[in-house]
């Protein structure tokens, strides 16, 4: 059993692979393949804390910190990666786009070591630091410049500021609607992905709404708690 629960820890590490192969298909400029490995990432991301809960890994392999591991993934493909994307995309003139990059990675290491990073009720306190979703929106929609240096300076201010954003699975505030809204958002993508992010005109109209819908949730008052 000690073999079987350090294997998920191997298994969530196997994200930094994935994050280099996105790296390595970033370099090369092909931003599909990148998606997808980031994406394979995401989906490892999304499943391996029901295996660690499910065979104790914390209890069996106390040596190892399954968190400290999570948290060099997701540093790795929620942020290294898409600021080296972003800079390399041509999505600014530089010096503004490795501007941007820089600014991206040291927020994001920030938020990363932030011990308030999420509310009592499982929000996330200042923007997660998802900066492979603004990538993924950046190069689908490609703005001009000054909007796509606006949008990332306000992410990376929101980054300290007392925002709710929403984890989908963990806020039970329409769980339910955030679920399957985040499924079909996941199908969305994987074909905007595959159709070489040059999808229909309705899909990337469908991608928008969603953001939208998650964006906008975490600034509903809250409702009273009973005490």
Not at 44 to 71: C, K, N, Y
Not at 119 to 147: C, I, M, Q, R
Request: charged residues 15%; aromatic residues 12%.
């Amino acid at each position: 059993m000690r073999a079987l629960a350090f294997s998920v820890h191997i298994f969530t590490a196997c994200g930094t692979a994935l994050g280099l192969l996105a790296l390595m298909a970033a370099v090369r400029g092909e931003w599909a393949v990148m998606f997808l490995w980031l994406g394979a990432a995401l989906f490892i991301d999304g499943i391996d804390g029901m295996f660690a809960r499910g065979l104790r890994v914390a209890e069996r392999v106390p040596r190892w910190s399954g968190e400290v591991i999570d948290l060099v993934v997701d540093f790795t493909t929620y942020v290294f990666v898409p600021a080296y994307a972003i800079a390399a995309a041509g999505l600014m003139p530089e010096p503004w786009g490795m501007a941007a990059a820089g600014l991206i990675v040291v927020t994001g290491a920030l938020y990363f070591a932030d011990r308030r990073m999420k509310t009592d009720d499982h929000y996330f306190l200042g923007f997660p630091a998802v900066w492979n979703l603004v990538a993924f929106y950046l190069l689908l929609l490609k703005p001009e410049p000054w909007v796509t240096g606006v949008a990332i300076a306000v992410l990376a201010v929101l980054t300290f500021m007392p925002v709710r954003f929403i984890h989908p699975f963990r806020v039970s505030r329409l769980r339910r609607v955030s679920v399957a809204l985040l499924a079909l958002w996941s199908a969305l993508a994987l074909a905007t992905v595959l159709q070489g992010l040059a999808p229909p005109a309705w899909i990337s109209a469908a991608l928008c709404a969603i953001a939208c819908f998650f964006l906008g949730i975490g600034l509903l008052p809250q409702p009273e708690r009973r005490t």
